[in-house]
């Protein structure tokens, strides 16, 4: 496999286990609108889950984005 192709997989790993992370926290869930109302009804081991996954998307997006930038120069 070439570096390309296992940086992808990485990437998609992490983003798909940053969307299942915050869809599991999620899974109790009755309110999916207001976001506040959301987090109040989260316990905080559902709050930090839901955190955690979030992170794990936005990580994953930054870094495509700047390894995408990097292979273009």
Not at 6 to 19: C, E, H, I, Q, Y
Request: no cysteine; hydrophobic share 50%; net charge positive.
């Amino acid at each position: 496999m070439t570096p390309e192709k296992k940086r992808r997989v990485a990437t998609a790993a992490g983003f798909l286990s940053g969307v299942l992370a915050s869809l599991d926290a999620l899974r109790e869930a009755r309110i999916f609108w207001p976001p506040d109302a959301v987090w109040e009804a989260l316990r905080n081991p559902q709050r930090l889950e839901l955190g955690a996954g979030i992170a794990l998307i936005v990580v994953n997006i930054v870094l495509s984005i700047v390894a995408g930038r990097r292979d273009q120069h």
